[in-house]
Protein backbone atom coordinates (compact mmCIF):
# COMPACT_ATOMS: atom_id res chain seq x y z
CA UNK A 1 0.00 0.00 0.00
CA UNK A 2 1.37 3.51 -0.42
CA UNK A 3 1.98 5.97 1.47
CA UNK A 4 0.92 9.11 -0.24
CA UNK A 5 -1.16 11.72 1.79
CA UNK A 6 -4.64 12.48 1.40
CA UNK A 7 -6.89 14.60 3.47
CA UNK A 8 -7.09 12.66 6.05
CA UNK A 9 -3.70 12.03 7.04
CA UNK A 10 -1.59 13.58 9.57
CA UNK A 11 2.16 14.03 9.16
CA UNK A 12 3.52 13.09 12.66
CA UNK A 13 7.18 14.16 13.23
CA UNK A 14 8.67 12.98 17.05
CA UNK A 15 12.07 14.80 17.40
CA UNK A 16 14.77 14.00 20.44
CA UNK A 17 17.77 16.51 20.92
CA UNK A 18 19.84 13.51 18.81
CA UNK A 19 17.66 12.23 16.21
CA UNK A 20 14.32 12.55 14.67
CA UNK A 21 12.53 8.92 16.08
CA UNK A 22 9.41 9.35 13.64
CA UNK A 23 8.64 10.74 10.60
CA UNK A 24 5.66 9.32 8.55
CA UNK A 25 2.20 9.78 7.52
CA UNK A 26 -0.53 8.88 9.94
CA UNK A 27 -4.69 9.06 10.33
CA UNK A 28 -4.46 9.03 14.41
CA UNK A 29 -2.75 10.10 17.33
CA UNK A 30 -3.29 9.46 20.89
CA UNK A 31 -1.15 10.97 23.28
CA UNK A 32 -1.12 11.91 27.80
CA UNK A 33 -0.51 14.90 28.97
CA UNK A 34 -1.59 15.76 32.64
CA UNK A 35 -5.16 15.77 32.40
CA UNK A 36 -5.22 12.92 30.69
CA UNK A 37 -4.89 10.64 27.09
CA UNK A 38 -6.30 12.50 23.94
CA UNK A 39 -6.76 11.71 20.19
CA UNK A 40 -5.78 14.18 17.28
CA UNK A 41 -7.38 13.44 13.94
CA UNK A 42 -7.03 15.34 11.20
CA UNK A 43 -10.17 17.61 11.61
CA UNK A 44 -9.12 18.38 14.96
CA UNK A 45 -8.72 21.85 15.87
CA UNK A 46 -4.53 23.52 16.15
CA UNK A 47 -3.56 23.29 19.49
CA UNK A 48 -0.50 22.63 22.06
CA UNK A 49 -0.11 20.13 24.69
CA UNK A 50 2.23 19.44 27.27
CA UNK A 51 3.31 15.38 27.43
CA UNK A 52 4.11 13.21 30.41
CA UNK A 53 6.25 10.07 30.43
CA UNK A 54 4.10 7.50 28.36
CA UNK A 55 3.37 5.59 25.17
CA UNK A 56 2.55 7.54 22.23
CA UNK A 57 -0.06 5.58 19.73
CA UNK A 58 -0.30 6.11 16.23
CA UNK A 59 -1.83 4.93 13.32
CA UNK A 60 -0.80 4.65 9.78
CA UNK A 61 -3.01 5.10 6.54
CA UNK A 62 -3.38 1.38 6.31
CA UNK A 63 -4.85 1.04 10.05
CA UNK A 64 -1.12 -0.16 11.90
CA UNK A 65 -1.04 1.10 15.47
CA UNK A 66 2.42 1.49 16.22
CA UNK A 67 4.32 2.74 19.17
CA UNK A 68 6.54 5.29 20.66
CA UNK A 69 7.55 5.42 24.65
CA UNK A 70 8.84 9.35 25.09
CA UNK A 71 9.55 11.28 27.80
CA UNK A 72 8.08 14.16 28.58
CA UNK A 73 7.73 17.08 25.77
CA UNK A 74 5.70 18.93 23.94
CA UNK A 75 2.74 18.22 21.07
CA UNK A 76 1.89 20.53 18.75
CA UNK A 77 -0.85 20.23 15.92
CA UNK A 78 -0.66 22.29 13.52
CA UNK A 79 -2.82 21.71 10.35
CA UNK A 80 -1.65 18.81 9.30
CA UNK A 81 0.89 18.68 10.92
CA UNK A 82 1.98 16.93 14.31
CA UNK A 83 4.76 17.51 15.97
CA UNK A 84 6.02 16.27 19.11
CA UNK A 85 9.68 17.23 20.98
CA UNK A 86 11.07 15.21 23.70
CA UNK A 87 13.75 14.66 25.92
CA UNK A 88 13.88 11.10 24.88
CA UNK A 89 12.30 7.97 23.20
CA UNK A 90 11.80 4.96 21.84
CA UNK A 91 9.82 3.27 18.90
CA UNK A 92 8.99 -0.58 19.54
CA UNK A 93 6.00 -2.39 18.76
CA UNK A 94 5.58 -4.06 22.13
CA UNK A 95 2.99 -2.10 24.54
CA UNK A 96 4.05 -4.03 27.87
CA UNK A 97 7.24 -3.59 27.02
CA UNK A 98 7.07 -0.09 26.41
CA UNK A 99 5.04 0.47 29.18
CA UNK A 100 7.54 -1.09 31.38
CA UNK A 101 10.41 0.79 29.51
CA UNK A 102 8.52 4.58 30.53
CA UNK A 103 7.89 3.36 34.06
CA UNK A 104 11.66 2.03 34.76
CA UNK A 105 13.81 4.81 33.03
CA UNK A 106 11.39 7.92 32.49
CA UNK A 107 9.39 8.30 35.91
CA UNK A 108 12.77 6.88 37.35
CA UNK A 109 14.91 9.92 35.87
CA UNK A 110 11.62 12.31 37.51
CA UNK A 111 12.05 10.96 40.99
CA UNK A 112 15.92 11.60 40.05
CA UNK A 113 15.50 15.16 39.34
CA UNK A 114 13.31 15.79 42.41
CA UNK A 115 15.64 14.62 44.99
CA UNK A 116 18.07 16.76 42.99
CA UNK A 117 16.11 19.89 43.15
CA UNK A 118 15.47 18.92 47.02
CA UNK A 119 19.26 18.57 47.72
CA UNK A 120 19.70 21.79 45.53
CA UNK A 121 17.41 23.69 47.97
CA UNK A 122 18.68 22.15 51.00
CA UNK A 123 22.16 23.38 49.97
CA UNK A 124 21.15 27.33 48.68
CA UNK A 125 19.21 27.46 52.08
CA UNK A 126 22.20 26.88 53.75
CA UNK A 127 24.27 28.96 51.90
CA UNK A 128 21.76 31.70 52.52
CA UNK A 129 21.95 30.69 56.60
CA UNK A 130 25.91 30.88 56.70
CA UNK A 131 25.83 34.18 54.95
CA UNK A 132 23.19 35.34 57.20
CA UNK A 133 25.27 34.19 60.38
CA UNK A 134 28.34 35.77 58.81
CA UNK A 135 26.62 38.99 58.55
CA UNK A 136 25.23 38.99 62.14
CA UNK A 137 28.52 38.41 62.96
CA UNK A 138 30.43 41.46 61.09
CA UNK A 139 27.52 44.15 61.40
CA UNK A 140 25.71 42.91 64.70
Same mark, same amino acid.
Given at each position: ??????????????? @? +??? =? @??????????? !? /??? #? /????? +??????? /???? +???????? +????? %???????? =? $????????????? *??? %?????????????? %????? *?????????? $??? $? !?? #?????????? !? %??? #?
Amino acid at each position: MSEQATVSDLRLQVL @L +PTE =V @LVDTKVVKVIA !E /AEN #G /AFCLL +PRHVDFV /AALV +PGVLSFFT +PTEEE %RFAALDEG =V $LVKCGRDVFVSAF *DGV %RGTDLGRLQALVEA %RFLEL *DEHERRTRTA $LAR $L !EA #GTLRGFRELQ !E %RFH #G
